[in-house]
């Protein structure tokens, strides 16, 4: 199952590289902000197993890398992960694998399974296919981090030019995701971001 807009992704983010790389920045001081209010809620360990999906520079993954070392990356664009690489090097297990590729790995296969700014660039039916995929394969949780249904003015022309489904996003993304997981623990922090916590 491929996105419709996967192509015009991966020449968006291939062309955007400079860019994220100076965002990218911002983005870890946002997901080491969003930690202690994880950390309240769930325990990472040394033994915890994490995929993290959509993982692009290695922003997320990166910042969990401070709790354990058994995270997977993957990601559908070669240029975002060559720039994860030099980061990160080997510490990370770095994979050049699209969100629907998630069928490759076994059922229950990592405790927690994470993804940040990732879904609202999916179209409805991939994005529900990738949260029934992220549910099968993580044992404990599915950890989101994301834009709420309204984003600044900004924020909404970076999501034009990108292409995104952000408009789909807004319209169905909750309902999606009491659709796929019994209970989610939603949380607002800093501006134009929340954290949800989906038990699987």
Request: hydrophobic share 40%.
């Amino acid at each position: 199952m491929q996105d419709d807009g996967a192509e015009r992704l991966k020449k968006f983010y291939k062309w955007g590289l400079p860019f994220y790389k100076v965002v990218n920045k911002k983005m870890r001081s946002d997901y080491r902000k969003s930690m202690p209010l994880l950390l309240k809620r769930i325990e990472i360990s040394n033994n915890t197993t994490i995929l993290d999906v959509g993982t692009g520079t290695g922003g997320l993954a990166g910042i969990l890398l401070e709790y354990t070392a058994h995270i997977t990356g993957i990601d559908f664009s070669p240029e975002m992960l060559n720039e994860a690489r030099i980061s990160y090097g080997s510490k990370i297990n770095f994979r050049n694998l699209a969100a629907h590729e998630l069928t490759q790995f076994e059922t229950a296969s990592f405790d927690l399974v994470t993804t940040a700014f990732c879904l609202h660039d999916m179209n409805d039916e991939y994005r529900l296919n990738v949260l029934q995929q992220m549910r099968r394969v993580a044992r404990e949780k599915v950890i989101i981090i994301d834009f709420p249904q309204n984003i600044n003015p900004i924020a909404r022309f970076v999501e034009f030019l990108e292409g995104s489904f952000y408009k789909e996003y807004a319209n169905s993304f909750e309902d999606q995701l009491t659709s796929v997981f019994p209970k989610i623990d939603k949380i607002a922090f800093l501006k134009e971001k929340v954290l949800y916590i989906c038990d699987v």
